[in-house]
């Protein structure tokens, strides 16, 4: 092959490739719900000291208003599709047989994707996922995402303790250790 041969080739190469850039650029996305789902969410204001923002929740062990509870709270804000909230289960369940009456303890939905992670989340989603995971303590389906509104901090499963007189001394996202926890959740009793 001589150079204006191998010239034409390059040029060639060159046209395609930006007339594939540009069609794929002007395709319509075929972004899954779940891809824009595990993106870091916008973390709303909560700190550590702060006054924990109110919510009821309507569980599968009855409605949980944090204003009226006078115990401490261990708050989870958790995604049916998501293996590490699967896998944090079996940590919280420890932690809720070891500290039954002492602290309330509430996980509530905070996605809007289903646990097939694909289709809208429902209430079924949850209880699907507390019967598939063995969940002890009480979960809530919360459809308008309003406690993952005020409490999600950076992603799934977002972790937060409150101490009894409503301020925030605890929050993590991500899997945590039960020893972990459960040194945050000595701290409020």
């Not at 040029?11 to 594939?20: D, G, M, T």
């Not at 709303?44 to 000291?49: M, Q, R, S, T």
């Not at 009855?62 to 009226?68: C, I, P, V, Y």
Request: with cysteine; net charge positive; hydrophobic share 45%.
């Amino acid at each position: 092959m001589n150079r204006r041969s191998a010239l034409y080739v390059t040029l060639a190469i060159v046209v395609v490739a930006i007339a594939a850039a540009i069609y794929f650029a002007r395709r319509p996305s075929t972004i899954s719900p779940l891809a824009t789902q595990t993106a870091a969410p916008v973390a709303p204001k909560i700190a550590v000291g702060g006054r924990a923002p109110e919510f009821q929740a309507l569980t599968t062990q009855g409605l949980f208003d944090l204003n009226k509870t006078k115990k401490p709270v261990f708050l989870e804000v958790f995604a049916t599709w998501c293996p590490h909230c699967q896998r944090e289960t079996a940590v919280i369940d420890e932690l809720y047989r070891a500290n039954l009456g002492k602290v309330a303890f509430v996980a509530v939905s905070g996605s809007n994707v289903g646990i097939d992670g694909q289709t809208p989340e429902t209430a079924a989603d949850v209880l699907r996922f507390a019967q598939q995971f063995h969940v002890k303590y009480p979960v809530a389906y919360d459809g308008e995402l309003t406690v993952a509104n005020r409490y999600l901090q950076g992603g799934f499963p977002t972790i937060v303790i409150i101490d009894r007189s409503k301020h925030i001394t605890y929050v993590n996202s991500g899997e945590v250790p039960a020893d972990q926890l459960n040194a945050e959740l000595q701290k409020v009793l």
